[in-house]
Antibody, heavy 121, light 107 residues
Framework: QVQLVESGGGVVQPGRSLRLSCAAS????????LHWVRQAPGKGLEWVAF????????YYPDSVKGRFTISRDNSRNTLYLQMNSLRAEDTAVYYC??????????????WGQGTLVTVSS | SSELTQDPAVSVALGQTVRITCQGD??????ASWYQQKPGQAPVLVIS???NRPSGIPDRFSGSSSGNTASLTITGAQAEDEADYYC???????????FGGGTKLTV
């Protein structure tokens, strides 16, 4: 079945870096765009990054632009999120999700189980 | 960027019908998708597009839209439907995505 499994979360000091991974299986990875979405403790969902199926296009919200970089390795069926200059407000569970787009129909399906990133001194 | 607005909380009696709404300018051009999230679990897609249910989602879940408002309707709510529900769409630029603040449904 289609599966996404995140890893790489942990506790990191403010200003430091962390790289998250998302291993995919059960579908043709190289033909799908992907997203990272985060959820701060007790808060709602926030979209963090998008990457096209071939890695040629990436988009970010202003809250992480210039600090986070999304990338992918289609030979390893793996998605990455490089997070630099981390701040306390980046503390959240980070989810990877597969993109589905058909015209004006856009959705995220499925989602991984998430990995917790805690930014604290 | 645009925003999506949801009521923070909604309640429904067991077996009754409930509608959860999502408002935003981007919904004029893009369909909303809807996600169910139970405590400690990842979100799950329940409705996408005009009114598409992924495999495994009960047919008591349905979606609709009018103008800048999208709605998720649960017809005959069950105890297991108690969860947080989030709407999502692309924003008006088409290069960013936005989530509503979420609606906590109590059954």
């Amino acid at each position: 079945q289609v599966q996404l499994v995140e890893s790489g979360g942990g506790v990191v000091q403010p200003g430091r870096s962390l790289r998250l991974s998302c291993a995919a299986s059960g579908f043709t990875f190289s033909t799908y765009a992907l997203h990272w979405v985060r959820q701060a403790p007790g808060k709602g969902l926030e979209w963090v990054a998008f990457i096209s199926y071939d890695g040629g296009g990436q988009y970010y919200p202003d809250s992480v632009k210039g600090r986070f970089t999304i990338s992918r390795d289609n030979s390893r069926n793996t998605l990455y999120l490089q997070m630099n200059s981390l701040r306390a407000e980046d503390t959240a569970v980070y989810y990877c999700a597969r993109d589905y787009t058909l015209g004006s129909d856009n959705s995220f399906d499925p989602w991984g189980q998430g990995t917790l990133v805690t930014v604290s001194s | 960027s645009s925003e999506l607005t949801q009521d923070p909380a909604v309640s429904v009696a067991l077996g009754q019908t409930v509608r959860i709404t999502c408002q935003g300018d981007s919904l004029i051009n893009y369909y909303a998708s809807w996600y169910q999230q139970k405590p400690g679990q990842a979100p799950v897609l329940v409705i996408s597009g005009k009114n598409n249910r992924p495999s495994g989602i009960p047919d008591r879940f349905s979606g609709s839209s009018s103008g800048n408002t999208a709605s998720l309707t649960i017809t005959g709510a069950q105890a297991e439907d108690e969860a947080d529900y989030y709407c999502n769409s692309r924003d008006s630029s088409g290069t960013h995505w936005v989530f509503g603040g979420g609606t906590k449904l109590t059954v």
